[in-house]
């Protein structure tokens, strides 16, 4: 099936009304609709193979993404699975580096989410030839193999082929089988929600022997004082605790904000500045060891060398890796690799739709292979919208239990795609004729 040809690429706008509740919302973000440009790549194989992928977004930006993903479309119909995956750092840099489109990036921005969506559609259908889930496909490769499909362009300063090399183990996959890859919840306390809720939602997640908390702060100081004592007096002084700004603050307003939190304990402050700003990044990391509080970030790293920058200057002590913001797969490896150099644990991003599905996968091969550790780790969960996927995530005494069907877990019901397009999908046209957004 790795001579199947990929004879059509579909992408649809498909979004949830979430920003009605409060879910998802934060100090920048104050009514997202969880979004994604869905991507489906057909093939003319006569077992009727298709991959799917998709790229995370928040509402009215996604018309951009999919006419992005319509641009690059054209680079990957016509090709065979076995011709990208033959040379897949080449196949990356045609994406990425295309003449006539890496002006409107290069790397960053719309054009690369959408590199994003197609690269997961074809990881997908490479996992689905293989018949396995794509955590194990990476497990299970040669690591010659596997180097072969990053682009090491611009990093080789920080990690040469040889390196990365040697980060890759062959180890601890018992462990994950039997119990599966630790997770933190942000889904007790966006930051749209009432204190009611926030106490009821925790006050669950507890008796559901949830351990670890993360709380949206950054729009009023006063507001995070409350909420975040409400939630340290319910999880108690032993349960991890991280805040996350989403780039709400100055450099300088970030280190005073997050001092006078300090006598919450949180274990990191996300995102708590532009996310372009290494050196502010490095700044706040600096200010804010004694107090034992590290810098998390990622989640808009557009790329390999911006994580590159943030490691060589300490910036950040937790590398919050994204299924979707980056060069898919092949630029995550980079990043995974990198963050082992450096020594700094990964603890993925995965608060959108579908992120929870797919960033599994790679945080599962960083623990297989890479890194072997549990220290300072945990990957993000988020409780909402799983039910669209075909093989939603599978979460037991939060822990990622690792999937087992074929693929990226990209796959959603065709269903909730139908319902959810926008904008003529019933969801979105009885919300129109109600006049609610
Ligand atoms: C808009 C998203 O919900 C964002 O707030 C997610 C995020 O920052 C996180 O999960 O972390
Ligand atoms: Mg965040």
Same mark, same amino acid.
């Given at each position: 099936m790795l001579e199947s040809k990929i004879t059509h690429l579909t992408v649809c706008d498909v979004r949830f009304p979430t920003s009605l509740e409060q879910h998802g919302s934060d100090a920048m973000h104050?009514? $997202?609709? =969880?979004s994604v440009a869905y991507v489906v790549l057909e093939t003319d194989s006569d077992a009727a193979l298709k991959g799917y992928g998709l790229t995370f977004t928040v509402g009215r930006g996604t018309e951009i993404v999919v006419c992005a993903v319509k641009a690059l479309s054209t680079l990957v119909v016509g090709k065979t699975l076995k011709e990208i995956i033959g040379d897949f750092r080449g196949f990356y840099r045609l994406l990425s580096s295309d003449g006539q489109m890496r002006w409107v990036g290069p790397e960053k921005g719309v054009i690369q989410l959408a590199t994003a969506a197609i690269l997961n559609a074809v990881w997908d259908l490479w996992a689905r030839v293989e018949g396995k889930p794509l955590w194990k496909l990476l497990v299970d490769m040669d690591p010659a193999k596997l180097i072969s499909c990053i682009d090491f362009r611009y990093i080789t300063d920080a990690l040469t082929e040889q390196e990365a090399l040697g980060e890759v183990i062959k180890d601890c996959l018992e462990q994950m089988l039997k119990e599966g890859y630790p997770a933190y919840t942000?889904?007790?306390?966006?930051?749209? =929600?009432t204190d009611q809720q926030l106490t009821q939602l925790c006050s669950e997640a507890l008796a559901q022997g949830w351990t670890k908390f993360k709380v949206k702060v950054g729009a009023d100081l006063q507001d995070d004082i409350r909420r975040c004592s409400l939630i340290r007096k319910l999880i108690g002084p032993n349960n991890t605790l991280m805040i996350d700004a989403? *780039?709400?603050?100055d450099v300088n307003e970030a280190i005073t904000w997050v001092t006078k939190l300090a006598e919450f304990h949180p274990l990191w402050i996300e995102e %708590?500045? @532009? $996310? &372009? &700003?290494v050196l502010g990044h490095a700044s706040i990391s600096k200010a804010l060891a004694p107090l034992g509080i590290g810098v998390a970030t990622g989640e *808009? @790293? !557009?790329n390999r060398v911006m994580f590159k920058q943030f490691l060589q200057a300490s910036a950040l002590q937790f590398v919050q890796i994204?299924?979707?913001?980056?060069?898919?797969v092949n630029e995550n490896l980079a990043i995974i690799l990198m963050a082992a150099k450096f020594n700094v644990p990964v603890c993925p991003h995965a608060g959108g739709v579908g992120l929870c599905e797919l960033v599994q996968h790679l945080i599962l091969f960083d623990y297989v292979s890479v890194s072997a550790s549990l220290n300072n780790r945990m990957c993000e969960y988020v409780d !909402?919208?799983?039910? !669209?996927? #075909?093989?939603p995530t599978i979460i037991r005494n939060a822990h990622y239990i690792p999937p #087992? &069907? $074929?693929? =990226?877990? @990209?796959e959603m019901l065709e269903e909730s795609v139908q319902k959810h *397009? =926008? %904008?003529?999908?019933e969801v979105w046209r009885a919300i129109e004729q109600q006049g609610k957004q």
């Open positions: 104050t009514d $997202p609709d =969880y942000t889904s007790c306390a966006w930051l749209g =929600y989403n *780039q709400r603050w %708590p500045t @532009c $996310p &372009d &700003d *808009q @790293c !557009h994204d299924s979707c913001r980056v060069g898919s !909402h919208l799983h039910e !669209h996927f #075909k093989s #087992k &069907d $074929p693929g =990226y877990s @990209c *397009q =926008y %904008p003529q999908g």
